[in-house]
């Protein structure tokens, strides 16, 4: 086998303008929003069609090489890097929203449609496409498909899952179908629900189906300023089980304030340890009273202020601020390392005093922004990956907030996916029957492990071998470090 | 499978940064890698290709700050040159990366290569350096180029307005459609960018120590850069801007021995052809004792306020230059910074849409302002158009650089344009202007494409209707 051969034979799959080779160029492919892991593809190939795909496809397993499905690359778990080398099938160029309907409540897209505006397509019909992640301004829908993103709205509308209804799909074979119709209730098995989250190992997204949701008539954003974060917390709890559910419930510590607050002119004062931004929507009457109600919550819980965005302008200012706090770090430190996890929302006040515990214990500043609501953490890392011994650190600090989730009854990823990232931390969350589980599901699909391998199951072992594991009746974390 | 790699051994020895004007390391380390940048970017819209968005070109800087390839990778000369330094991904970054600086120090990198002979010379971006005599020489027309941006006619005004003299005779003495039949342009390689030539207006305006008196009480007084393509092309908007300040209390002075901004020369990696410039403006300008100092040419006030930046290793200018950017202000932003004279404006029943120019929306992050004056002329309709702020691919020289790039974006935007029906486009930047004229022409439509300070000037000149 020979790269200059397969090289020429995508070409002529895809056409010469959507093949990448120059080695200068595929550096620039190495990593994607996390650049912990690096792994430069051989080849990157931009195609336009389902057929394209498929015709990639085939060659990748004729050659038995790697296929890494690519978006716009912003992901936070390495999930689009090439840690083995292959082919990069960039979404790039399809980019095409193909049908509105809105009779049915649906919308036809390609996967490298951006989030953001496919929501600003649907806009003037009065619609939108509710998982909004932070890197919404960028990611694509192919993106959120594969790693089954969420974001602040995702605490009433849902995360991505309940809005893919179905998907075309082209399996590791070449073969296109698709899973579903966008009608809801099909029968059958599930495929769209297995297909969302799989990180692109057991086929690759062509077009989808996508749920449309309705704008609200009306909405109301307030920033509650609190001493320190455990008022926040205990707030956020004591909202959700007091039975309001606001549109979104985000909390940003002071680190978090100090990245965001000039460059987004909030203007917020120093002695605000944290901020928890509100939001709800709805019918206008009777906004203005569940604000009050979810504000006097907040008051009771110590908030030295609250302060109300009043025009869009305003609204805009505090979400761009919220949803760019993880690029914004840049200003505090040369790299950092987001951590994304999730515990029962009455055990964030002490999960969050656990990361302040482990923040000094590895000498290293932690900021945090998240969606408190899903009492989703995302703890911020930050540090300078030129220095080896803060490298390491850094390291065991994220595996510390690992731990203390999972102590607390939590799970070790939100929305960012496991990708190579995570991967490892599998096996504290699951049993080696778990994971052959999810494994021989993934063999059916992918036999020759070919589908962005490398990813998602423990380092080191193939779905084989997890397999093999399970017929022994050998727990996966008896064998760690043997 | 043998796999290539960029940091395999080469048997060329990698060609560094050298030290003057060499890109900021702790600029590039900024760039967290997120990704947001992208969507903003117009290369990587229209190429979807990683390389070609500013992170990718962050990381092809970086690479070569860390010595794994160097100034002779032809990706790294190619990706510098193809982007329009339109800053979008600037003023979207979470993290502040100073994108403009870094890239405009890796073309003066590129540039310096060139000079000293170490890499070929090669399309894209011009210099003003020789040829070296062991390397193939540039293309006719290229030669040309550089010899008439970076050469003396821009750095001596009078030589410009002569040179722009001899273009209105080739557009009006009918030797424009004989050469456009004869096909000597498309020969030349100047077929794309003749037809960006605009209508050249006969006059011109020179600053020789003007001054234009307030309208009604003085409020303001400020003195107005009239730099080299608006002084002569665009002569009819420096017109327009002055009787519009003029009508808002605001005297204008034309200060003597001005020139051009030095913009094409900066954007272009000739750093210090720009910082020539900048010194003659600075001089001219100093203790004038004005409230400030105007410019309705977004790309030049881009350059005007980065002045400080451009001399910051210059001792005996840095300060001069920073209390020069201090005082500039673009004309929109100086406009809706007071309160308007909106009594005297009358009715302009017109339909517009608003094209941003990219160093103003992006570099100076000017974007309400001029949809507020806009919004301010009685009867005026202003319709978005979708991508209001992607660049038009104009960018300077960039469409006579990379046309084919260029041809793509000024489609795309003027697509955008002509969907929300309006029969004006409105924007501030003579590169836009001819831009989105040039493409116009080339479909035949009949869409005007106006400054927004002469809608206000029609406005004004036009008046409020007598009361019934």
Known sequence: MNRTQLVEELRRVVGPGGVVDNPHALMTYDADGCVMDTGEPHVVVLPTTAQEVSGVVRLAARYGVPIVPRGAGTGLSGGATAISGGIVVSTARMDKILEVDTRNGRVLCQPGVINWELSQYLKPYGYQFAPDPSSQKACTVGGNIANNSGGPHCLKYGITASHVLGVELVLPDGAIIWTGDGSPAAPGYDLTGVVTGSEGTIGLVTAAWLKLTRLPEALRVVLALFPDIAGASASVSQVIAGGFLPAALEIMDRLAIKAVNDMYRLGLPESAGAALLIEVDGVEDGLDALLDDVTAVCRRNGAIEVRPARTLEEQNQVWAARKNAFGAMGRLAPTYYLVDTVVPRTRLPYTMEQVGRISQEYRLPIANVFHAGDGNLHPIILFDRRDRSQNQRALEAATGVMHVSIEQGGVISGEHGIGVEKQDYMTLLFTTDDLAAMAGLHQSFDPHDLFNPGKVFPKGRGCGELAALRRAGIEWSALKGA | ?468
């Open chain 2, 1 to 468: 499978m043998e796999r290539v790699s960029a940091d395999q051994p080469v048997s060329i020895p990698l060609i560094p940064f050298s030290a003057k004007d060499r890109p900021s390391t702790d600029i590039i380390n900024t760039c967290v890698h997120c990704g947001l940048c992208l969507s903003s970017c117009p290369t990587y819209r229209e190429t979807g290709l990683e390389m070609s968005s500013p992170r990718g070109r962050i990381y092809l800087m970086k690479a070569v700050d860390e010595g794994r390839i160097g100034l002779e990778s032809e990706v790294f000369q190619e990706q510098m040159s193809q982007c329009l330094n339109c800053r979008a991904c600037e003023a979207v970054c979470p993290s502040g990366v100073q994108y403009g600086a870094i890239l405009e120090a890796s073309r003066a990198q590129i540039e310096q290569a060139r000079a000293a002979g170490k890499i070929p010379a090669r399309p894209g971006v011009p210099s003003e350096v020789p040829d070296n005599p062991a390397l193939p020489p540039r293309p006719l027309w290229q030669r040309a180029l550089r010899g008439a941006v970076f050469g003396g006619l821009f750095k001596h005004m009078g030589l410009f307005r002569a040179f722009t003299g001899s273009m209105v005779l080739y557009q009006k003495s009918g030797a424009q459609w004989i050469a456009r039949k004869s096909g000597i342009l498309k020969l030349l390689g100047l077929a794309e960018t003749e037809t960006m030539l605009p209508a050249l207006s006969g006059k011109m305006i020179a600053p020789r120590g003007q001054i234009f008196p307030a309208e009604g009480q003085r409020r303001y007084s400020v003195a107005l850069v009239t730099g080299c393509i608006m002084s002569t092309a665009f002569a009819e908007v420096h017109e327009a801007t002055i009787r519009v300040l003029q009508k808002n209390g605001v005297e204008v002075i034309l200060p003597p021995g001005q020139g051009c901004c030095g913009a094409l020369h900066t954007h272009g990696g000739d750093l210090d052809g720009g910082r020539e410039l900048a010194r003659i403006n600075i001089a001219a300008f100093e203790g004038l004792g004005v409230d400030a100092i105007i410019i309705n040419a977004a790309g030049c006030g881009g350059t005007l306020k980065e002045y400080g930046h451009l001399l910051h290793d210059d001792p005996a200018w840095h300060e001069r230059a920073v209390a020069f950017s201090k005082k500039v202000r673009d004309i929109h932003e100086f406009l809706a910074g007071i309160e308007l004279n909106r009594a005297a404006l009358g009715r302009l029943e017109i339909s517009v849409t608003y094209q941003e120019p990219c160093h103003l929306a992006h570099a100076q992050r000017i974007s309400a302002q001029p949809r507020a004056l806009l919004k301010a002329i009685p009867g005026l309709e202003l319709r978005e158009m979708h991508e209001s702020a992607l660049c038009c691919g104009s960018a300077g020289i960039y469409n006579v650089t990379q046309p084919e790039m260029a041809a793509r974006l000024g489609a795309r935007k003027v697509t955008n344009a002509l969907a929300t029906g309006a029969a004006v486009i409105a924007t501030g930047n003579p590169g836009c202007a001819l831009q989105l004229a040039g493409e116009l022409r080339r479909r035949g439509k009949d869409v005007q494409v106006r400054y927004i300070v002469e809608l206000l000037d029609e406005s004004y000149r036009r008046g409020p209707a007598p009361a019934a």
